[in-house]
């Protein structure tokens, strides 16, 4: 009787089904928000399809907007060779517009899938394929130095996502409003004050106009927006993913305008260092600042570098390297756009001693006829016609 009973509670706890296992409860104050939380090789798995999502998403992101600059400049230079209406009146650059507007909006959504440390040193990828479409379709001359930028770039670009942490932390409302407090992100945020402070006295009051301190500040301001962005970007996407709605929060929206604020000052600054130096000069500039300042703000704010090996960190670094040497290899001389206009020297007309250079009269046919009552330097006698 006892062996029978013995035998038959055996079989009956060999079909009971083994309870799975869930490891994500093993760490104090872990909370499973959902019955169809992925656990154990389930969670690594949906980890990584995210982490490639996010990926994907960028890097056609950047694709996008590398198409829509050489639409631009293909645009520019049309409109200027032909002399006709101006180029916003275009329907191609109006296209232009609108593959810029997609590519932003998908480095936007990749915010929510990705590390940010990840995000920002991908967008190398807009510069190797609009060195590649400049050549082909723009007929530009291919240089050596393109060439080892681009397998530098794409070296770099294989150790960012190889090397960089595979996941992060999923972005709520809670975990926003404890980071803003954390003693790490103020005495970050202090810094970046004070130096934001020092370097504006020195370009308003001290007039001193130097690249590298218009960069900083666009770096110092896209780590704001880097954080903002990536806030609300992690919050829209929990709240489609329907674990938590979190745009009931205030923090959300203190964000957003925080988001919007930081990226309109950051285009005044970066425009206004464009009119002031070349763009050969500002694109590897930035693309290093801009990188450093997103990894930054994403190490301290949101901690993805947390857990990662040394190994594993180094080998990131190198990859960032990498990418750095390859887009100012891509970037470096550039050949300039030039217009179907002809100039004539005043050094070579006798009697004018001026060095400036006076467009001929459009009307006229022949070069050589110079606009009636010209004053070259004052102070010099004109002869009379």
């Known amino acids: 009787m006892n062996t029978h009973t013995h035998t038959h509670t055996r079989v009956e706890r060999e079909r009971v089904p083994a309870l799975p296992s869930f490891p994500f409860l093993e760490k104090p104050g872990a909370v499973c928000l959902s019955l169809y939380t992925p656990c154990g090789k389930d969670r690594s798995r949906s980890r990584m399809e995210v982490y490639i999502v996010g990926i994907c998403i960028v890097v056609c992101g950047n694709f996008l ?12 230079v049309r409109q200027s060779q032909r002399g006709t209406k101006p180029y916003y009146t275009s329907r191609l650059w109006w296209c232009g517009i609108l593959l810029m507007g997609l590519g932003e909006l998908g480095n936007f959504a990749a915010y929510g899938f990705a590390p940010a440390s990840l995000i920002a040193p991908l967008s190398c990828v807009s510069v190797i394929a609009s060195a590649v479409i400049s050549v082909v379709f723009l007929k530009e001359t291919l240089r050596a130095s393109d060439i080892l930028g681009g397998a530098l770039a794409l070296t770099g670009t294989y150790f960012l996502v190889t090397f960089a942490p595979h996941s992060s932390p999923h972005v709520t409302a809670n975990m926003v409003e404890r980071s803003l407090v954390s003693w790490t992100f103020l005495i970050y945020f202090m810094f970046e004050l004070i130096l934001f402070a020092i370097l504006m006295y020195l370009y308003k009051c001290r007039n001193m106009k130097h690249i590298v301190i218009m960069m900083i500040l666009v770096a110092l301001l896209a780590s704001v927006t880097v954080i903002s962005v990536k806030a609300v970007s992690g919050m829209i996407t929990e709240t489609i993913r329907g674990s938590h709605l979190q745009l009931t929060y205030p923090i959300f929206y203190i964000m957003f305008i925080i988001m919007v604020i930081s990226c309109a000052f950051q285009i005044k600054f970066l425009n206004q260092a464009m009119k002031m130096f070349d763009a050969t000069e500002i694109v590897p500039i930035n693309y290093v600042f801009f990188t450093a300042s997103a990894v930054v703000a994403g190490i301290l704010f949101y901690e993805e570098f947390y857990g ?9 670094v190198i990859g960032c390297l990498l990418a750095f040497t390859g887009v100012f290899l891509i970037a470096r001389a550039r050949p300039r756009i030039k217009l179907d206009r002809v100039f004539i020297s005043m050094a070579q007309i006798p009697g004018k001693s001026c060095t400036d250079k006076v467009q001929p009269q459009s009307d006229d046919s022949k070069y050589g006829k110079l606009a009636p009552k010209l004053s070259c330097n004052s102070g010099i006698q004109q002869d009379e016609p």
Do not use: A, C, G, R
């Open 308 to 316: 990662l090996s040394l190994i594993y960190i180094i080998m990131f």
């Open 65 to 76: 907007i590398s198409i829509s600059l050489n639409i631009q400049k293909y645009t520019h």
